[in-house]
């Protein structure tokens, strides 16, 4: 696990975006990213996805230089990688690069990467046998159940976020089960992993490809 972030991970607290956000009105989305915004009727839903969408275009940013209003994001609608983030320069032009967010326990993260990527949060908990057997393997669950007692939370939330990570790699999203995806399995793919510096009941985990089998 790492003590630290990488660089191009971009992690902000949900709160922090929206005090900003309403208390300064800045022009950090674009018009029908505005109208998007203005429908979401749940709170929670709102403020975590308008945290989403600053830390998309904070990491965005860093690649392109350009500014929040002109970065769009949107969502696919394609079959198979619904609800995908993908990037466009003023409504116009997909950028080549992937984007993934994640959000939760009062936290955003993005990236943006040129090969795909695939990002997730999560407060640690204590999943429930019935939860464990929907979404580890019976090899998953032996390795987790020989961790000690008091580790075992944070190593199965870990293994959680691995996979909700490599699930969003994959594009595939809703599409599989959890149980059937074993990123440990998948040579194509490498993580990175750790709690959040200033969060440490919080953890996090990328999916991004393997120099190799890059192009
Ligand atoms: C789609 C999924 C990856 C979202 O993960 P989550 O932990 O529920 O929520 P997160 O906040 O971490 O991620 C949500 C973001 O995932 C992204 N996302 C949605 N569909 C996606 C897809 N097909 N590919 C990649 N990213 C996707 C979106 O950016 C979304 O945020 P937004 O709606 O604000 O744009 C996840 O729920 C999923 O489907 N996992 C597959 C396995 C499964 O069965 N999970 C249920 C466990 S029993």
Redesign the pocket.
Known sequence: MSDSLPEDLVTLSVDDVVRDFFARQPRWLAPEEETLRRSLGLKK?HD??LA??IA?KRAAQMFTGLPFRSLV?R??VLE??????ELFVDGHTRLPGH??????AGY???SYTMGRV?????RIFFPEAS?LE??FSVEERARLSSVPDERRAAASTLA?CQ???Y?????????????S?EPALDPRVSFEQGALPFAPEVLWARATERESSSP
Do not use: C, M, Y
């Open positions: 839903r975590e996805w989403g969408r998309a994001i969502r696919s198979n990688n619904r609800g995908q983030p984007l993934s967010i994640s959000h939760a955003a993260a993005a695939g990002v997730d949060l999560e939860l929907t979404a959680w996979k909700e990570a699930a969003k790699w994959l594009g595939r999203g809703f599409a599989l089960p959890l149980v995806l």
